[in-house]
């Protein structure tokens, strides 16, 4: 069995590598992924004229990784659990550091929202009660980390509380507990079928919690994704996972694409971060996603060893002690 250690570390860098590589492509469409820069095989910067990561350099991170950073961080100093509305004055805070730099890399549309609400007064257990994009979903990765997926009443508490200021809905929370569980059943020794089932069963879980909005099953949605393009060339599963199970920040979407693209890629850490880095659409959570999901199976040393330090120096990243800080809480 590889080293839990190392599994963790593989999926906070296989999340940062799926970010890193799905960063020029985010927002784009498939065709001008592929008018642009052909069919990507490694970092490289971001289009000039991309209206949220134009002007980023090759190997850059994102959103994803800094949030995911965050809320790790939050987790080790208080040992296990996480303040939402400290949650919230965080992200309110690094979101001023991206506008302090000129940067358009700024919160999602329910982060946003929630944020603002929070800045006006109103109470964090009340905030985000509409979020459904995949904010939660790409940020949670250090929670799967830190807790063991079971018992998963208490999983799913962590879960929620690090969607609740942002994202505290059935959709949104049956998303994220959906990532969660996948990487928190990795980092346990899980085989990628079976962080694929633990998914599932959570994100069915997870849907009994939060504020019903109405939307389709992530539970449902994921399994559906698994199957639809298991054993297609490449290409052909690329086009169908843009056309039947969409790229967009929606969490019915983006989540299950995760989910899609590890499929095809057999849960391959790398292979998978360039699958969702060539969807277009919201590829940099895809990537991220599906990163931090393989990279729990296969530990960090499946990721490339070079790129991997590219995004340590592009990113000054180090996750080592974060990571280890992380596990011992379980």
């Known amino acids: 069995m590889t080293d839990p250690l190392d599994r963790a570390l593989g999926a906070y860098y296989g999340l940062a590598l799926g970010d890193a590589l799905g960063m020029p492509t985010q927002s784009m469409s498939r065709e001008d992924v592929v008018r642009c820069y052909g069919t990507l095989t490694g970092f490289v910067p971001a289009h000039p004229d991309n209206p949220i990561s134009g002007g980023m350099p090759a190997g850059s991170v994102t959103d994803d990784t800094d949030q995911a950073v965050i809320v790790g961080r939050l987790i080790a100093e208080a040992r296990g659990r996480i303040d939402p509305l400290r949650l919230a004055h965080e992200l309110l805070d690094w979101e001023q550091k991206m506008k302090d730099k000129d940067s358009f890399d700024l919160l999602g549309p329910s982060t946003k929202a929630a944020l603002d609400a929070v800045a006006r007064g109103v109470p964090p257990h009340e905030t985000g009660r509409t979020g459904t994009t995949n904010g939660a979903a790409m940020r949670v990765t250090p929670v799967g980390i830190a807790c063991a997926p079971e018992p998963m009443d208490a999983f ?91 790229t967009s920040v929606a969490s ?6 995760s989910f899609a693209v590890l499929s095809v890629a057999d849960g391959d850490p790398w292979r998978a971060a360039l699958l969702a880095a060539n969807l277009g659409g919201d ?24 790129d991997v330090q590219t995004l340590r120096t592009v990113n000054s990243l180090e996750l080592e002690v974060l990571t280890e800080e992380l596990l011992a809480l379980r």
């Open 156 to 246: 799913l508490d962590r879960v929620v509380e690090s969607c609740q200021v942002t994202h505290d809905t059935n959709i949104g929370i049956a998303g994220a507990a959906a990532v969660a569980a996948a990487v928190s059943t990795g980092v346990s020794g899980g085989t990628l079928d079976e962080s694929v089932a633990a998914a599932v069963n959570a994100a069915r879980a997870g849907a009994r919690r939060g504020h019903w909005v109405a939307g389709a099953d992530i539970a449902t949605r994921v399994a559906w994704a698994w199957d639809l393009v298991r054993g297609l060339p490449e290409a052909e599963a690329l086009d169908r996972i843009v056309t039947l199970v969409g």
């Open 252 to 257: 019915q979407e983006s989540v299950p694409a």
């Open 283 to 306: 590829s940099d959570t895809i990537g991220a996603i599906a990163g931090a999901v393989a990279g729990s199976v296969t530990g960090l040393a499946a990721l490339p060893t070079e």
